[in-house]
Nanobody, 116 residues
Framework: QVRLVESGGGVVQPGGSLKLSCAASGFHFSRFTMRWYRQAPGKERALVAD????????NYAESVKGRFTISRDNAKSELYLEMDNLRPEDTAVYYC?????????WGQGTQVTVSS
């Protein structure tokens, strides 16, 4: 059974940090391109960051460049998103995404709220 389970969300003050994790199971994690998306209230789901295969090149949305870092541990089948200098506009549900060819998997999401 394929599973993507996000964790690490929560409430943080502006300027704070959080680290999201995505635990994957049921598929060959190391073969998949992995991404983080987010969906803010009233907005469409948007790409935040991804790691392409092969080589692991990382790409970021302009709004998070220099503040967020995507990484993965293939041995643990885990994806991470380190978020620093968080802003209120980063408030959203964050989703883990996996893709290999026509295979696409989504996690259930984890809420991140940035508020004073």
């Amino acid at each position: 059974q394929v599973r993507l389970v996000e964790s690490g969300g929560g409430v943080v003050q502006p300027g704070g940090s959080l680290k999201l994790s995505c635990a994957a199971s049921g598929f060959h994690f190391s073969r998949f391109t992995m991404r983080w998306y987010r969906q803010a209230p009233g907005k469409e789901r948007a790409l935040v960051a991804d790691m392409l295969l092969p080589g692991g090149r990382r790409n970021y949305a302009e709004s998070v460049k220099g503040r967020f870092t995507i990484s993965r541990d293939n041995a643990k089948s885990e994806l991470y998103l380190e978020m620093d200098n968080l802003r209120p506009e980063d408030t959203a549900v964050y989703y883990c995404y996996a893709n290999y060819g026509s295979l696409v998997y989504w996690g259930q999401g984890t809420q991140v709220t940035v508020s004073s």
